[in-house]
């Protein structure tokens, strides 16, 4: 008798936390890492989120809450939405979830059935696709082109459309490549899905990491509401990765069933947590301007550097906090073949840490996440410089 399910058998360790894992290995050996891996900011949580969840716990505000979590905090999420892109969800439109991840993988379990086919671009966040396939449900790739700054057109999309077709995920900004999706683009899609009574499931955990360009969410279209379902995450935003706190914002029936889904699983999210993410989306916004003012200034830095490295290319991200730089002009030199080989030496042998293109979908890029310091950004350049020079 075998001993896993199947289903546990058709998904992979999450690829960047098997890259962290490594990394802290090397770094409790001692070894000074120049680390461009782990997807998270790397500022502090800010003060007054950190206090509100210190006066909970003081106040004793530690037992279970509602399982979708209390409506205050799902009401200042769903003001917050309202005043910044102008959507309008109510508070039973809204659930509160153990993190952004927790939101996806929730949705995806509640929509998702055997064989239905689910459309993803690529590339994509490396979960999706273990989340898709964990649901039984069949991702389909929609290719994007790196010449076109990773654009994704409705009509790729509908290109891809079968009669099985039930969900579309979207990532904008996009993790890996720092893309965003034009909101006309967006809007083609969000009409296009409403239209064929696909789910269009929208994963905005950046959005507020956008850094030119108009800012906008799938909520914002208002009238195709019924298709648009919204995750979200304070992780980024907020630098509150390892708090947990996500949401989903979407039609009344699958935000209850995803709620329902969590009363057989986690329940409510941690309380603490709960009152720190209203002081968080309730509270002032300054502290997410500063980050993001940060996150531009690391992002030239690194461009920058890049352009001393000869046969490095890289788009330009127009928000999150990675590169997305090839690494093709490399293949065939130095032992190297695949854009793994080059995360696997760079590690090995310059001790900086990045993240390889394959679980992401593609087979010519490493992803570094940018979220460090101006000094880890320097020296990881300098040591990227010389690694790549030193190939022959
Ligand atoms: N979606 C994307 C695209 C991400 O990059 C991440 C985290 O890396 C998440 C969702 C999940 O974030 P969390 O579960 O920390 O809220």
Known sequence: RKILTDR??????????????????????????ADFGAGEPHFSTPEHIKQAAIEAIEKNFTRYTNVAGVPEVRKAIVDRHAADFGS?????????????????????????????????PVPYWVSYKDIIQYAGGVPVYVE?????????????????????TKCIILNTPSNPSGAIIAPEDVEAIVRLAHSRGIYLLIDECYVYLTF?????????????????????????????????????????PIIAAMSKLQSQSTSNSASMVQKASIA???????????????YIKLRDRILEGFKTI?????????????VYPNVSAFF?????????????????????????????????????????????????????????????
């Open 8 to 33: 546990i058998n058709r998904i992979e360790v999450s690829a960047t936390m098997a890259i962290t894992a490594e990394a802290l290995k090397l770094k409790s050996q001692g070894v000074d890492l």
């Open 88 to 120: 309008s969800y109510a508070v039973d439109e809204c659930v509160f979830t153990t993190g952004g991840k927790l939101a996806l993988f929730n949705a995806i379990q509640v929509l998702v059935d055997h064989g239905d086919e689910v459309i993803l």
């Open 144 to 164: 994007s082109l790196e010449s076109e700054n990773f654009r994704i057109t409705a009509e790729m999309i509908e290109a891809a459309i079968t009669p099985k």
């Open 212 to 252: 030119s360009g108009e800012v906008i969410s799938a909520g914002k279209f208002t009238d195709c509401k019924e298709h648009i379902i919204i995750l979200g995450s304070l992780s980024k935003t907020y630098a509150m990765t390892g708090w947990r706190a996500g949401y989903a914002l979407g039609p009344k």
């Open 280 to 294: 968080a989306v309730a509270g002032p916004q300054e502290c997410v301007a500063e980050m993001r003012a940060d």
């Open 310 to 322: 000869p046969g490095l290319t890289c788009t330009v991200p127009q928000g999150a906090f990675y």
């Open 332 to 392: 065939g030199k130095g032992g190297i073949e695949t854009a793994s080989d080059v995360a696997a030496k760079l590690l090995s042998e310059a001790h900086v840490v990045c993240v390889p293109g394959e679980p992401f979908g593609t087979s010519e890029h490493i992803r570094l996440s940018y979220a460090v310091s101006e000094s880890v950004v320097d020296e990881g350049l300098k040591r990227m410089r010389e690694f790549f020079a030193g190939l022959k």
